[in-house]
């Protein structure tokens, strides 16, 4: 059984696990360009991210912006240092951005992991979840 599923969900019935053969990329800082200009260094990495998640799950579309989010991401890596894991998830978050959600800000909810691997991937595991999902985790 694959771990991301073992941790219940809000709607088990409602997800899609994807997974992304390679060596887990980093976002990268904007960096500056010549005569001031910015550019997106992560630019070619979040394309070719892109492109290989519409292969590995053509069945998910954009929503309207309606729909909140929940991502689980296993990063498995065959490096002993792969960045940190706020950049790992930005990173997979920015290329999907588009294809899964309008905005980014849609996901409510994430949790990663990095685990060492003779098999380098990302694994993702997408979900809808619920406001009253949400305010079940209030404190209030």
């Known amino acids: 059984m694959n771990s991301l599923l073992a941790i219940s969900l809000p709607r088990p019935e409602k997800f899609w696990h994807v997974e992304i053969p390679g060596e887990p990329r980093p976002w990268k800082r904007v960096g500056q360009g010549k005569y001031g200009h910015k550019y997106n260094r992560s630019a070619k990495d979040e394309k070719g991210f892109a492109w290989q998640f519409r292969a590995a799950c053509p069945e998910i579309r954009c929503d309207d912006g309606s729909v909140l989010w929940g991502i689980r991401f296993r990063f498995c890596t065959g490096r002993k240092i792969s960045g940190d894991l706020d950049n790992l998830m930005k990173q ?37 979840v619920t406001a009253d999902y949400l305010a079940s985790w209030s404190d209030l």
Do not use: G, W
């Open 92 to 128: 997979c978050a920015d290329s999907i951005q588009s294809i899964v959600f309008e905005n980014d800000r849609m996901v409510k909810e994430a949790f990663m992991v990095v685990v060492p691997s003779k098999r380098p991937r990302t694994e993702m595991l997408l979900y809808h």
